[in-house]
C-alpha cells in the first residue's frame, strides 16, 4: 500500500491542501463552496452532483453519497488517452479503479483552502503523462472544469484524447423523479449540439407532468468546451439515452510541453441565455474571461469569509485553514449580514447566503441556495430548525456583535406563553409541523433542551458586550409569543401516557392558517382578545421559559422528556416519555446562576407568570421525587391551562428579593440533583429513566454519554480540579476512542449476533405459557432453541402473558433509539464531533474561570483529536475540511455545514484570548504557543478589525491589552475609526 | 469490433441459447423465470437484482434497468483470479469492462430455453483459463450461482481465488427506503458470518421505523458456499456498510482440470429457518440436494408450461423456443388453472402463479408473485388491470377452452350499467382508481376500446366451441353490473368540457367501502333497492356495451373518446376530449356483425336498453354529425340518468327482427365512416381530432398509425385483395422500419431542436401585441430573436391576446400526447411489438378468411420482422425472448410481460392449422414450411394432447383432419380419452 501524505501547497497563488496516494483511502465524500448559489458535491472516486440552488437543479443525479462514490465510471469526467503507438493497449484511462496495472500510476488530490477548487492528478510513469483537472465554480459562467495533459517526456508524444462528461441531466428534472424514475426520464432526453460549436445543449423533449396537456421544455443545461485544437464533438448528440458531452482531439504534445481545455457547465438557460452564450463563446477572449471569473469567485469568497472573521494567518497553516472552513461553513449555514450596523427595528435581520442544512449524505434534509433575486441582487433570506440556526447565529455574533439583541428578540418572539419553541424559523417567520395523515415520519412535539442553552448563550454574550442595554429590555413590553396549536395534556393524562403528551388543535391551527393571507408571518403569533398581538416583557419570556422546565423537574433524575421529541441527540429519541434529562438540568443550573447576576432590579410579569413561580416554589420544601413532581407538574397544568383559555394580559411586580430567593433555592435543588448523578467512575449521569410507582419515582440509569459531561462541564458547578478529574475519568472510560484520539457519544457496544439474539433461556422453555404458543407465536428450531416469531419486533403486539418473557429475551427496557441500532451519524461507536467541540469549548470556559494547568493539557489533548493536524488516512478527507462523525468502520462522513463549526469558531475566539467583559475587549492570549507564531506574528481579525499579536520582548507575555469601552464600541460597530490592533503578547 | 454470433446449445442436457461476444453488443437487459416466487433480472453487464414474491425483498437492490445495468462494479458477482506468478497483473477480473486489455479475453452469454437459467462466461486465452458462472433457481433453496474455473492449459496452475457477492442487501428493507435512503440504510446492516460456516446472515440491526419504539430485525437474507476447497470467509462479516459475501481460496488446478463451486442466496429467514440451513450445510450431500433442486426446478417450470401448450418439436428450434417463452410470459401474467375441467359455478377461476406486470424496466408498477401459502400449498390468485389480464386469458383459453364462458362472466360482471369496466381485477372482485388528492398523478376515467375487442374475441371463441351454449346464456339473467362510483355528466356538459367529464360520486364510494366489510368484494356490484344484486341476461349486458359506444359515435370521426382515458396506446393520452377513435370504431364493426349471427331469437333485455336502443336507432337517418352526436349523446344521458336514479329491474323483449334490423343499419353507417377514413396512401387514419363548430363537426386528421391499420384488417371490412393492398402500403409507408424489417407505432419524426423551438417568426415580431409583452412574457435575445418566457410551458396561463401566437410557435392542436415527445416505449421511433403481433394476427385471420397469396408472404415478412431468427445484435438481445419495444437508439427493451405473448401464441395455432368452428376442431396446416418439419414431423400438444404432425407421402396435402364433436370435446375436456393425434398433412 502506497503512503497517504498530506501537505500544503501552493498552484495558481491559490494554497491547496493536497494529498499524495489518496487512491490508498477509503473513498471520501467532499463538499465544495461557491461564493453564489452553484453547489458542488463530489467523491475522491470522482463521482459528484454540482448545480445552481437546489438538487431540483443539477448538472449530474443527486443521490445519496454512497451512489455518487459509486457513479464515477457512469457519471462525470471520463478521460481516454491514447499515446500513438499503444494501439492495442486501448488508452490510458485515468482515474478508473477498475484498469488492470499495465502503467506505473500515481494520483494526487487536492482542495483549495478557499474550499472552493478541487484538483485530481494523475501521473503515468510509464508513459511520461501526467493529467488533471480541476473543478472550480466561475459565478454567472457555472462550473468549470480546466483539464490538463502535460507531456514529462523528453520527446514529443502524439494523443488521441477522448474527454467526456457522462451522464449530464437535462434541465427540467425534479431529484424525485430523476431518483425513482430514470429509466423513464431517459427516454425523455436529448443531447444536442448547437451546429459549428462545441456547446451541448441538454434537454427534456418535454417536461415530465401529471396531465395529459402539452408541457413544452423551454431551458436547458448546457456544457461547452473551450481550447481544444480542432476538438469534435459529434459524438455528443443523443436522444432517449443519458446525455454526454464528448470531445475528441489529436493533440501533439512537444517534449515537455502541455495542452490546457476547459469545460464549462450551467443550468436551466433559456432561448435568450443560450444566445448570449454562443456569442460568448464565439469572443476570443472567451478563455481570459473565464479564468477571470474563477479568479473573482475565489476572490469574493474570501471576502465573505473575511467579513466573517474567517482569515487568519498565524504559524499552523492547518489550523489558519480549519478555522477559515468553520467560519465559511458556519456562513453557509447561518448565513452574514448583508448591512450593518444594525437599524433599532430588532425584527430586522438582514441575513444572505444562508441555506438550511441539506447533504447527499442526508437525503432527508433539502438546501436550496437563494441569494440573489432575478436581477442578480442579493436577497434577504434565512431558514433553518431552530435547533440548529441559533448556534451559527451565535457564533456570527461574535462578529457582528451588535446584532445580539435583536437575535435574543427573534428568539424570544418564537418562543410559545406556555414555554417552548417552534420547529423552524426563516425569514418568513415560524413553522410547526403539523400531523400529515398519509405521511408515516410526520410527528409533531417540542424539543426541549435547546432553548435553555442556546438562549443562555446568546445572553451571555449580550450581557459581556451590552450590560446595561440587556438590564434595560428585561421590563420593556415588547416581546411577542409565537402561537403554535399544540396542547399540552393535563399533568394527569401526561403521567398515564407521557409517550401521547400533546394534543394537535385543529381549530387554531385553521384560524392561524386562515389569518395568514392578511396579516403575513404575524398570523402565528399569539393575539389578545382584539386581534392585536399580545407582548410581554423580556423577564417574563426568561422566566416563562425556566418556570416550564422546572414544572417538568424530577429530582435526582433530570428534566423529564415528555413533549415528544428527544434532545440534542435526537438518535436517543425512545428515551422520549420515560427519560430524564441531566443535560438540560445542568444548563439550566447555569441559567439560573446568570438571572441570578442579571436580573438586580425589581421585573414586570405577567400575573400568571408570578402565579406559576409561586406554586413552584412551593414544591421546594423536602418531599420524595413524586410529591415534587406532582407539585409542579400540577403548577404547570395551571399556568398552561390560563395560557389556553387566554392569558389577562395584566402585569404585576415580582420583587427582586422574591426573585433572587427563588433563584438561590432552585440553584440549590438542581445542585443536589447534579451532584446525586455522579457516578463511580466519575462521570455523571446524562439521561435517566423514570418510572412511576405507588409512592416514589424509580429512577434507573443508562450507559454513560459524552453529552452528560459536556453538560456538567459547561453547568458551572464544577472546580477547576473537579474539571480536570472528570475529563481524566473520561480518557479512561469507554467513551475514548483510542484510534481517533477523541470520544464518542456512548461506549461502543457489542450488538447480539442473530443466533444469539432471539433465544428463549433454557428454563423458560418447559413453562406452561411457552408450550401453549410453541408453534404459532414461539418456534422451536431443529436443534431445539425457541424463538419469537419473527413478526414480533416488539411485544405491543404479544399476548400480556408473554410480554414479560419477551423483556427477559430483548430488553427493551434499556432501549434508548435509534442510536444502539445503527453505526453512522450518532450511533454506535461513533465519533459526534458536534459534541466533541462542545466538549473543548466546555473546558476552555473552564480554564477562563480557573487556569488550571491540568485543563490546559485536555484542551490540547481534545483539540489535537479533532483532527486538523492529523493524517489524511488517519481522517479519513481533508484534514482542515469539517465533518459530521466518525463511524468505527471508515473516516469522517457527512462534510461541511456540522455544528461542530459554531463551537470551534468559539473556541477559537477563547485560545485567541479575545473576550469581553462589561463592554470592553481584551486580548489575553494565554493558550497559544510557538507554533502559532510565524516571523515572531500572528494576525487575524476580530469584528473585521485586523489585529496582530506580535511577541514580546518582555518576558511575561500574559498581560495582554483592554480597550476602553468607546474604543470596544467601535469595534463592535465596525466604523472603521480603528483600522488595525496590535497587541504585544 | 468482435461478431456477435448466436447458437442453440447444449449444457449439461438443457437446451440454451448462446450469444458468442456479446459484449460486443449494447447491454441488454434479462428476466429470469422460475417455478416459484424467486424472481431475477439482470443485465448483459452481470448487475442483477433478484428475491423473492416482491421487490421489497430482494437480495440486490432493485432499481430501475438503467441503475442495475451500471451497478455490476459494486453490485452482485465479482471474481478475481490470481495465477500464481502473475503478482504483480493483480489479476485477472472476468467481466469487468474497465480492465484494460492486458489479455486476450472472449465472452459468451447462455440462456436456458426453458428461461430460467443464465451462464455468464469468460475465457482468458492468455492464461489458459475460463471462468463461467450460472444463476439458477433452485425452489426452496433460493437462487443458486455455480461457479466452474476450468483450466484449459496443458500444466497444473496454482489460482488465488476471491469471489463475492457484493451489496447484497439485508432482510427487512423496503424498495422505496433503499432507492432514497440507501445511505442511512447502510448505517443499518450488519453482515454475520455463523461461526465455522460459510453462511453469511445479512441483516439490518433493527427495523426503520417511523415511532421511537424497538423494531427488532428478526429475518435475514442469507449466502452460502459449497464446494470451495478450504474456502475462507472471514472477509465476509461487516457493520455499517453494504453486505458483501467474500469467499477466499488458493485453488490447486490440474492440468484440463477444474474446480465448481456453489452461492446459494434466499431472503427473509427466521431463527428457525437459519438453524435449518446450518444442519442442511452440514449434509454431506448437500451439493447434490442443490442440484437436485436446480433440475426440479426446470422440470417443474417446463411441465407447467408444457400444461399450457407451450412445448413444440418443430425442425425450427428457434420458433419452438420463442413459443414456450411465449407462453411462459404468457402464464407468468395471466396464471393457469389449478384445477379442470371447471365447476359449473361461473364465479369459479382457479388461476395461480399469475401477477401484476412489473419489472424494474417499469418503475410505476410492481410485482407481487404469490404461489403458495404459509404451508406451501398452491393458491388461488389473480391480479391485473383490465387492460392486460384478459388478453393472457385469451390466449390461455386456447388451451382451456371450458372456463371460456367463466372468463366471459368475469368479464360481463365486472362491466358497469352505464357501460364501461373498471380498472382492475382481481381473485378479490374489482378495483378502480380513486382520487388521491395528495397524489398528483391520480386520476379516475374509463378505458373504452378494450371492452369491445378483447369481449369480442372471447365471445368468439365461445361460439366456436361451445355454440349452443353462448346461445343459451344469451337470455339467461344471472349476469351483474360492476359498481363504480363515477357519474359521467350530462351531454350539454361533456361537449363543454370533454376533458372533465367524469364526477367521482363521493357518497357513493364511501357506501361501498362501508359494505366491504360484510359483503366481501360484492359490494362492488350494483345492488338493487332491496340491497340484493341486481342480475341481466347476457343479450343486455352485451347491447349496453354496444349502445353506449354508440352513444359517442361521431360519423366520419370514429368514437368520441370522452371518458378522461385514452385507449390502448395511453401515451396518445392527450387524445383525450377531443379525439375520436376509429380504432374502436373498426372493432365495433366485427362485433356488430358477431352479434347478428349470433342472435337468432328474440331475446330479454333491460327496459332502460329498450329505450336506449331505440332512441340511438332514431338518429340514423341522414344528417350532419353534429346533429348524429346530438340526438346518440342525448339518448346516452338519458339512459345514463335511469342507471344512476336506480334502473326499474324490468325485462322487455327485442324481438329479432328489430335487433337485426338495428345491426345492419349500424354496420352500414359505421362501414361508410370506414371507408371514408381511407388516406390517399392506401392506409386508414387511427384517430381524429374533433371541434364542434356552431353547425357541424370539424375533423382533422393526424399522422399514421399503426393501430388504425390492424383495426381495419380486423374488423372484417377489407377483402382479401384489400387487405393485401393495405399492407402493401404499409410497407412503402414511412410507419416501417427498414434496419429492424418491422413497423413503428407512428412513422419517426424529427422535432425542432431547441434553437428552432420557441422562436417568433419574423413577421409577427413588430406586432403591437408583441412589442407589448417584450421583457416579460416575451423576451427578445442578443440575436434579435424573440422567445416565450420559458414558464410558459403551454397557453393556459398566457393572455388571450396571446395564445394565437402560442399555438402558432407550437402548434399544440396536434400534441397527441406523450408519444410525440419520447423516445422509448411506445415513443418515437419506437416499434412497441405488441401492435406488430397484433398486426400478424389479424393478417393471420384475413388469411384463414381469404387464403389470398399475398397475404401468406405478407405474413411471413412480418413474422421474420419480430424476430426469433434475427441475429442478437440486430435483435438486441436473445431473439427468443419476447420484449416489449424496440427503440431507435437501442436493442430490445423491458423483457418479459408483453401483451406480444398473447397475440403470438393465437397466431401459431393458426400457424399450425388448429381450428375450431361449431365445436369441431380441425387440424389443416396451409402455412408450415419444410423447416418446420424435423425428421418429416412436427409436434405440439392442443389442450394437452399430443398432435403429430407427420408428412405425408400424398400431393394433396391441404386436406387435413376434422374431429367429431364429441372427440373434440375430450380433447377440450382434456379428460385424457385422447392420447395422441397424428396428422398426415
Redesign the interface.
Given at each position: 500500500m502506497k503512503d497517504v501524505k498530506g501537505q500544503f501547497i501552493t498552484i495558481n497563488g491559490e494554497r491547496f491542501y493536497e494529498i499524495a496516494n489518496y487512491d490508498a483511502m477509503q473513498p471520501f465524500f467532499i463538499s465544495l463552496a461557491s461564493d453564489t448559489d452553484l453547489w458542488m458535491y463530489l467523491s475522491s472516486t470522482g463521482g459528484l452532483t454540482c448545480g445552481r440552488r437546489s438538487p431540483g437543479e443539477a448538472l449530474f443525479p443527486y443521490y445519496?453519497?454512497?451512489?455518487i462514490t459509486?457513479?464515477y465510471?457512469?457519471t462525470g469526467p471520463r478521460t481516454e488517452i491514447k499515446a500513438k503507438g499503444e494501439g492495442?493497449?486501448?488508452?490510458w484511462?485515468p482515474f478508473?479503479?477498475?484498469?488492470?496495472?499495465?502503467y506505473d500510476l500515481s494520483r494526487k488530490i487536492a482542495k483549495s483552502a478557499v474550499g472552493n477548487q478541487i484538483v485530481f492528478c494523475e501521473e503515468n510513469h510509464t508513459l511520461g503523462l501526467r493529467f488533471s483537472y480541476i473543478w472550480a465554480p466561475a459565478g454567472q459562467h457555472g462550473w468549470v472544469r480546466r483539464a490538463t495533459l502535460e507531456n514529462l517526456s523528453g520527446q514529443a508524444l502524439e494523443i488521441e484524447l477522448t474527454d467526456s462528461l457522462l451522464n449530464v441531466l437535462p434541465a427540467g428534472v425534479e431529484r424525485?423523479t430523476q431518483?425513482?424514475?430514470?429509466?423513464?426520464v431517459?427516454?425523455?432526453?436529448?443531447t444536442?449540439l448547437?451546429p459549428e460549436t462545441s456547446l451541448a445543449?441538454f434537454?427534456m423533449?418535454?417536461?415530465l407532468?401529471?396531465r395529459?396537456?402539452?408541457?413544452?421544455?423551454?431551458?436547458?443545461n448546457t456544457v461547452y468546451c473551450l481550447g481544444l485544437p480542432r476538438g469534435r464533438y459529434d459524438k455528443t448528440p443523443?436522444?432517449?439515452?443519458?446525455g454526454a458531452f464528448v470531445a475528441e482531439a489529436d493533440l501533439q504534445l512537444p517534449a515537455h510541453g502541455s495542452q490546457t481545455w476547459y469545460n464549462v457547465l450551467d443550468v436551466s438557460k433559456?432561448?435568450?441565455a443560450?444566445?448570449?452564450l454562443?456569442?460568448f463563446i464565439a469572443r476570443p477572449d472567451a478563455i481570459e474571461q473565464i479564468e477571470q471569473a474563477m479568479h473573482k469567485s475565489t476572490e469574493t469568497l474570501k471576502r465573505i469569509v473575511a467579513q466573517n472573521d474567517g482569515i487568519q494567518q498565524t504559524g499552523d497553516e492547518a489550523n489558519d485553514a480549519r478555522h477559515f472552513a468553520n467560519v465559511l461553513f458556519n456562513t453557509m449555514r447561518g448565513g452574514y449580514y448583508l448591512t450593518y450596523p444594525p437599524t433599532s427595528d430588532t425584527q430586522d435581520l438582514p441575513l444572505t447566503f444562508g441555506r438550511r442544512h441539506g447533504d447527499?449524505?442526508r437525503?432527508?434534509n433539502l438546501f436550496n441556495i437563494r441569494v440573489q433575486d432575478e436581477n442578480g441582487k442579493p436577497v434577504v433570506a434565512y431558514q433553518g430548525n431552530w435547533r440548529d440556526i441559533f448556534q451559527n447565529w451565535e457564533a456570527l455574533s461574535y462578529s457582528y456583535p451588535l446584532f445580539i439583541n435583536h437575535i435574543i428578540a427573534k428568539f424570544l418572539n418564537a418562543t410559545t406563553a406556555d414555554g417552548y419553541n417552534p420547529y423552524r424559523i426563516s425569514n418568513e417567520g415560524i413553522d410547526y409541523e403539523v400531523i400529515e395523515p398519509?405521511n408515516?415520519?410526520s410527528?409533531i412535539g417540542y424539543w426541549g433542551d435547546h432553548q435553555i442553552i442556546y438562549l443562555l448563550k446568546l445572553l451571555e454574550l449580550s450581557a459581556k458586550h451590552e450590560p446595561e442595554k440587556l438590564q434595560s429590555l428585561l421590563n420593556e413590553r415588547r416581546f411577542a409569543f409565537a402561537n403554535v396549536p399544540y396542547r399540552l395534556k393535563s399533568y394527569a393524562e401526561i403521567v398515564a401516557d407521557p409517550k401521547n403528551s400533546i394534543r394537535f388543535d385543529d381549530e387554531e391551527h385553521k384560524r392561524i392558517q386562515a389569518l395568514i393571507p392578511t396579516m403575513g408571518p404575524d398570523a402565528k403569533l399569539l393575539l389578545d382578545t382584539n386581534g392585536q398581538i399580545r407582548h410581554t416583557t423580556m423577564a417574563d419570556k426568561l422566566l416563562i421559559t425556566l418556570l416550564t422546565k422546572l414544572s417538568n423537574f424530577i429530582p435526582n433524575a433530570g428534566i423529564w422528556m415528555n413533549t415528544l421529541r428527544?434532545e440534542w441527540n435526537d438518535a436517543n429519541?425512545?428515551l422520549?416519555g420515560y427519560g430524564a434529562s441531566m443535560v438540560t438540568l445542568c444548563y439550566m443550573r447555569r441559567y439560573v446562576a446568570f438571572l441570578q447576576q442579571l436580573i438586580q432590579t425589581d421585573v414586570q410579569i405577567g400575573a400568571e407568570t408570578l402565579d406559576f413561580l409561586r406554586a413552584i416554589r412551593h414544591a421546594y420544601p423536602n418531599g420524595n421525587a413524586k410529591q415534587f413532581i406532582n407539585i409542579v407538574g400540577t403548577a404547570g397544568e395551571a399556568y398552561r391551562n390560563k395560557v389556553y383559555t387566554g392569558l389577562s394580559g395584566e402585569m404585576q411586580t415580582l420583587e427582586q428579593a422574591e426573585l433572587q430567593e427563588f433563584c438561590a433555592a432552585t440553584l440549590h435543588k438542581i445542585d443536589d440533583s447534579i451532584r446525586a448523578n455522579k457516578r463511580t467512575d466519575g462521570l455523571y449521569e446524562a439521561y435517566n429513566l423514570i418510572r412511576f410507582t405507588d409512592n416514589d419515582i424509580e429512577i434507573s440509569h443508562l450507559y454513560q454519554m459524552l453529552e452528560g459531561q459536556v453538560a456538567v462541564l459547561s453547568s458551572g458547578l464544577l472546580s477547576g480540579e473537579e474539571a480536570a478529574d472528570l475529563l481524566d475519568a473520561m480518557r479512561a472510560s469507554d467513551l475514548y476512542r483510542e484510534d481517533q484520539r477523541s470520544y464518542m457519544l456512548y461506549p461502543n457496544r457489542r450488538?447480539k449476533?442473530?443466533?444469539e439474539?432471539?433465544?428463549l433461556p433454557d428454563e423458560a422453555k418447559n413453562l406452561p405459557v411457552v408450550q401453549k404458543h410453541l408453534g404459532t407465536i414461539l418456534?422451536?428450531?431443529?436443534?431445539g432453541?425457541i424463538?419469537?416469531?419473527?413478526r414480533?419486533?416488539?411485544a405491543?403486539d404479544l399476548p400480556d402473558e408473554l410480554k414479560d418473557l419477551y423483556e427477559q429475551v430483548?430488553n427493551?427496557h434499556a432501549?434508548t433509539?435509534?442510536s444502539g441500532?445503527?453505526?453512522?451519524?450518532e450511533?454506535?461507536?461513533c465519533i459526534y464531533w458536534h459534541m466533541v467541540s462542545k466538549l473543548l469549548l466546555a473546558v476552555g470556559e473552564n480554564i477562563a474561570r480557573d487556569g488550571n494547568a491540568r485543563l490546559k493539557a485536555q484542551y490540547a489533548e481534545i483539540r489535537e483529536g479533532i483532527g486538523s493536524h492529523k493524517n489524511p488516512a488517519e481522517y479519513g478527507a481533508f484534514p482542515f475540511d469539517p465533518y459530521s462523525h466518525t463511524?468505527?468502520?471508515?473516516g469522517v462522513q457527512q462534510p461541511g455545514m456540522t455544528g461542530q463549526v459554531k463551537e470551534d469558531i468559539i473556541s477559537r475566539w477563547f485560545e485567541l484570548g479575545v473576550s469581553v467583559t462589561n463592554g470592553q475587549i481584551t486580548f489575553c492570549p494565554t493558550m497559544l504557543t510557538e507554533n502559532d507564531f510565524t516571523n515572531g506574528e500572528l494576525r487575524f481579525t476580530y469584528c473585521g478589525t485586523e489585529v496582530i499579536y506580535r511577541k514580546s520582548k518582555i518576558e511575561n507575555r500574559e498581560s495582554g491589552l483592554t480597550l476602553t469601552k468607546e474604543q470596544s464600541q467601535h469595534i463592535f460597530a465596525r466604523d472603521g475609526k480603528i483600522q488595525q490592533i496590535t497587541v504585544e503578547v
Amino acid at each position: 500500500m502506497k503512503d497517504v501524505k498530506g501537505q500544503f501547497i501552493t498552484i495558481n497563488g491559490e494554497r491547496f491542501y493536497e494529498i499524495a496516494n489518496y487512491d490508498a483511502m477509503q473513498p471520501f465524500f467532499i463538499s465544495l463552496a461557491s461564493d453564489t448559489d452553484l453547489w458542488m458535491y463530489l467523491s475522491s472516486t470522482g463521482g459528484l452532483t454540482c448545480g445552481r440552488r437546489s438538487p431540483g437543479e443539477a448538472l449530474f443525479p443527486y443521490y445519496t453519497d454512497d451512489k455518487i462514490t459509486e457513479s464515477y465510471e457512469f457519471t462525470g469526467p471520463r478521460t481516454e488517452i491514447k499515446a500513438k503507438g499503444e494501439g492495442a493497449n486501448g488508452g490510458w484511462l485515468p482515474f478508473s479503479n477498475h484498469q488492470q496495472p499495465v502503467y506505473d500510476l500515481s494520483r494526487k488530490i487536492a482542495k483549495s483552502a478557499v474550499g472552493n477548487q478541487i484538483v485530481f492528478c494523475e501521473e503515468n510513469h510509464t508513459l511520461g503523462l501526467r493529467f488533471s483537472y480541476i473543478w472550480a465554480p466561475a459565478g454567472q459562467h457555472g462550473w468549470v472544469r480546466r483539464a490538463t495533459l502535460e507531456n514529462l517526456s523528453g520527446q514529443a508524444l502524439e494523443i488521441e484524447l477522448t474527454d467526456s462528461l457522462l451522464n449530464v441531466l437535462p434541465a427540467g428534472v425534479e431529484r424525485k423523479t430523476q431518483n425513482e424514475f430514470s429509466t423513464l426520464v431517459d427516454g425523455y432526453k436529448k443531447t444536442e449540439l448547437v451546429p459549428e460549436t462545441s456547446l451541448a445543449l441538454f434537454r427534456m423533449e418535454a417536461i415530465l407532468v401529471d396531465r395529459a396537456e402539452p408541457s413544452e421544455s423551454l431551458t436547458c443545461n448546457t456544457v461547452y468546451c473551450l481550447g481544444l485544437p480542432r476538438g469534435r464533438y459529434d459524438k455528443t448528440p443523443s436522444k432517449g439515452v443519458r446525455g454526454a458531452f464528448v470531445a475528441e482531439a489529436d493533440l501533439q504534445l512537444p517534449a515537455h510541453g502541455s495542452q490546457t481545455w476547459y469545460n464549462v457547465l450551467d443550468v436551466s438557460k433559456d432561448a435568450v441565455a443560450v444566445h448570449d452564450l454562443m456569442r460568448f463563446i464565439a469572443r476570443p477572449d472567451a478563455i481570459e474571461q473565464i479564468e477571470q471569473a474563477m479568479h473573482k469567485s475565489t476572490e469574493t469568497l474570501k471576502r465573505i469569509v473575511a467579513q466573517n472573521d474567517g482569515i487568519q494567518q498565524t504559524g499552523d497553516e492547518a489550523n489558519d485553514a480549519r478555522h477559515f472552513a468553520n467560519v465559511l461553513f458556519n456562513t453557509m449555514r447561518g448565513g452574514y449580514y448583508l448591512t450593518y450596523p444594525p437599524t433599532s427595528d430588532t425584527q430586522d435581520l438582514p441575513l444572505t447566503f444562508g441555506r438550511r442544512h441539506g447533504d447527499p449524505s442526508r437525503p432527508w434534509n433539502l438546501f436550496n441556495i437563494r441569494v440573489q433575486d432575478e436581477n442578480g441582487k442579493p436577497v434577504v433570506a434565512y431558514q433553518g430548525n431552530w435547533r440548529d440556526i441559533f448556534q451559527n447565529w451565535e457564533a456570527l455574533s461574535y462578529s457582528y456583535p451588535l446584532f445580539i439583541n435583536h437575535i435574543i428578540a427573534k428568539f424570544l418572539n418564537a418562543t410559545t406563553a406556555d414555554g417552548y419553541n417552534p420547529y423552524r424559523i426563516s425569514n418568513e417567520g415560524i413553522d410547526y409541523e403539523v400531523i400529515e395523515p398519509e405521511n408515516p415520519w410526520s410527528n409533531i412535539g417540542y424539543w426541549g433542551d435547546h432553548q435553555i442553552i442556546y438562549l443562555l448563550k446568546l445572553l451571555e454574550l449580550s450581557a459581556k458586550h451590552e450590560p446595561e442595554k440587556l438590564q434595560s429590555l428585561l421590563n420593556e413590553r415588547r416581546f411577542a409569543f409565537a402561537n403554535v396549536p399544540y396542547r399540552l395534556k393535563s399533568y394527569a393524562e401526561i403521567v398515564a401516557d407521557p409517550k401521547n403528551s400533546i394534543r394537535f388543535d385543529d381549530e387554531e391551527h385553521k384560524r392561524i392558517q386562515a389569518l395568514i393571507p392578511t396579516m403575513g408571518p404575524d398570523a402565528k403569533l399569539l393575539l389578545d382578545t382584539n386581534g392585536q398581538i399580545r407582548h410581554t416583557t423580556m423577564a417574563d419570556k426568561l422566566l416563562i421559559t425556566l418556570l416550564t422546565k422546572l414544572s417538568n423537574f424530577i429530582p435526582n433524575a433530570g428534566i423529564w422528556m415528555n413533549t415528544l421529541r428527544p434532545e440534542w441527540n435526537d438518535a436517543n429519541n425512545a428515551l422520549v416519555g420515560y427519560g430524564a434529562s441531566m443535560v438540560t438540568l445542568c444548563y439550566m443550573r447555569r441559567y439560573v446562576a446568570f438571572l441570578q447576576q442579571l436580573i438586580q432590579t425589581d421585573v414586570q410579569i405577567g400575573a400568571e407568570t408570578l402565579d406559576f413561580l409561586r406554586a413552584i416554589r412551593h414544591a421546594y420544601p423536602n418531599g420524595n421525587a413524586k410529591q415534587f413532581i406532582n407539585i409542579v407538574g400540577t403548577a404547570g397544568e395551571a399556568y398552561r391551562n390560563k395560557v389556553y383559555t387566554g392569558l389577562s394580559g395584566e402585569m404585576q411586580t415580582l420583587e427582586q428579593a422574591e426573585l433572587q430567593e427563588f433563584c438561590a433555592a432552585t440553584l440549590h435543588k438542581i445542585d443536589d440533583s447534579i451532584r446525586a448523578n455522579k457516578r463511580t467512575d466519575g462521570l455523571y449521569e446524562a439521561y435517566n429513566l423514570i418510572r412511576f410507582t405507588d409512592n416514589d419515582i424509580e429512577i434507573s440509569h443508562l450507559y454513560q454519554m459524552l453529552e452528560g459531561q459536556v453538560a456538567v462541564l459547561s453547568s458551572g458547578l464544577l472546580s477547576g480540579e473537579e474539571a480536570a478529574d472528570l475529563l481524566d475519568a473520561m480518557r479512561a472510560s469507554d467513551l475514548y476512542r483510542e484510534d481517533q484520539r477523541s470520544y464518542m457519544l456512548y461506549p461502543n457496544r457489542r450488538r447480539k449476533s442473530f443466533l444469539e439474539l432471539n433465544n428463549l433461556p433454557d428454563e423458560a422453555k418447559n413453562l406452561p405459557v411457552v408450550q401453549k404458543h410453541l408453534g404459532t407465536i414461539l418456534k422451536q428450531d431443529c436443534d431445539g432453541g425457541i424463538h419469537f416469531d419473527a413478526r414480533y419486533r416488539n411485544a405491543n403486539d404479544l399476548p400480556d402473558e408473554l410480554k414479560d418473557l419477551y423483556e427477559q429475551v430483548f430488553n427493551h427496557h434499556a432501549f434508548t433509539g435509534r442510536s444502539g441500532t445503527f453505526y453512522k451519524y450518532e450511533g454506535l461507536g461513533c465519533i459526534y464531533w458536534h459534541m466533541v467541540s462542545k466538549l473543548l469549548l466546555a473546558v476552555g470556559e473552564n480554564i477562563a474561570r480557573d487556569g488550571n494547568a491540568r485543563l490546559k493539557a485536555q484542551y490540547a489533548e481534545i483539540r489535537e483529536g479533532i483532527g486538523s493536524h492529523k493524517n489524511p488516512a488517519e481522517y479519513g478527507a481533508f484534514p482542515f475540511d469539517p465533518y459530521s462523525h466518525t463511524p468505527s468502520m471508515a473516516g469522517v462522513q457527512q462534510p461541511g455545514m456540522t455544528g461542530q463549526v459554531k463551537e470551534d469558531i468559539i473556541s477559537r475566539w477563547f485560545e485567541l484570548g479575545v473576550s469581553v467583559t462589561n463592554g470592553q475587549i481584551t486580548f489575553c492570549p494565554t493558550m497559544l504557543t510557538e507554533n502559532d507564531f510565524t516571523n515572531g506574528e500572528l494576525r487575524f481579525t476580530y469584528c473585521g478589525t485586523e489585529v496582530i499579536y506580535r511577541k514580546s520582548k518582555i518576558e511575561n507575555r500574559e498581560s495582554g491589552l483592554t480597550l476602553t469601552k468607546e474604543q470596544s464600541q467601535h469595534i463592535f460597530a465596525r466604523d472603521g475609526k480603528i483600522q488595525q490592533i496590535t497587541v504585544e503578547v
